[in-house]
């Protein structure tokens, strides 16, 4: 039996809302995952995000976005949904900082030749302010992101894991290729310090980037 959800403040009956994102991703994935695959998914992503959230308002959104993105991924391991682009996984701590920067930079410049999660092994309750500014200034609005936590679908879902301070966070399985960046941690940075991490990652991705097109596949 699925447990029913704590309210937070500003999100008094999250069942209902919860209830109704499971109906809306049940006809979505219609043939792929039986219902009570979705509703687990989608419960447990709730709970998941309400660990960190500060404000419940918004709260419902986030799990939709985070419950799709992780019933995608796992659609995409068992074969029941085609990738054609590599899936790249950036890694961090609290999935603030660093494994935002990178995933909007690779996005950037990658465009639908790949495709790019986030995710953090203990995330934080937003991404850093300094970070978002630093991204703003180049032309990437990190504004609608938010913290995620790891978890195994994803990591499975990706053809280049990179990770970034998180230690053994990850799980390791074969045919992927891993990667760890030594990058500074820009917590507690001011927009100008952070500025130089964002070029260090730009160069990072770029590199990455033309790794991947060089090879024509994705892993």
Same mark, same amino acid.
């Given at each position: 039996m699925t447990p029913e959800p704590q309210a937070l403040p500003?999100?008094?009956?999250?069942?209902?809302?919860?209830?109704?994102?499971?109906?809306?991703?049940?006809?979505?994935?219609t043939g792929v995952f039986a219902r009570e695959t979705v509703d687990r998914y989608v419960f447990e992503s709730y709970t998941a995000l309400a660990r960190t959230a500060r404000v419940g308002a918004h709260l419902p959104v986030l799990t939709a976005r985070f419950a799709t993105e992780r019933l995608t991924a796992l659609a995409q391991t068992e074969g029941a949904i085609a990738s054609d682009v590599c899936e790249v996984l950036f890694v961090c701590v609290h999935n603030a900082g660093r494994s935002q920067m990178a995933a909007g930079l690779l996005q950037h410049h990658g465009g639908s030749r790949v495709h790019v999660r986030s995710a953090g092994s203990q995330p934080a309750a937003t991404v850093e302010d300094p970070v978002v500014a630093a991204m703003?200034? $180049?032309?990437? /609005? *990190?504004?609608?992101?938010?913290?995620?936590? %790891?978890?195994?679908?994803?990591?499975?879902?990706?053809?280049?894991?990179?990770t970034m301070g998180c230690g053994d966070a990850c799980p390791v399985y074969p045919g992927k290729r891993y990667l760890?960046?030594?990058?500074?941690?820009?917590?507690?940075?001011?927009?100008?310090?952070?500025?130089? $991490?964002?070029? /260090? *990652?730009?160069?990072?991705?770029?590199?990455? %980037?033309?790794?991947?097109?060089?090879?024509?596949?994705?892993?």
């Open positions: 500003g999100l008094l009956t999250p069942e209902a809302s919860l209830h109704r994102l499971a109906d809306d991703l049940a006809a979505r994935f703003a200034e $180049i032309g990437i /609005d *990190l504004t609608a992101e938010f913290p995620k936590p %790891l978890t195994d679908d994803v990591v499975r879902a990706a053809d280049v894991v990179v760890d960046w030594q990058v500074r941690d820009p917590a507690g940075l001011t927009v100008g310090e952070v500025r130089a $991490i964002r070029e /260090d *990652l730009d160069r990072r991705v770029r590199s990455l %980037l033309a790794e991947l097109h060089t090879a024509g596949s994705p892993a």
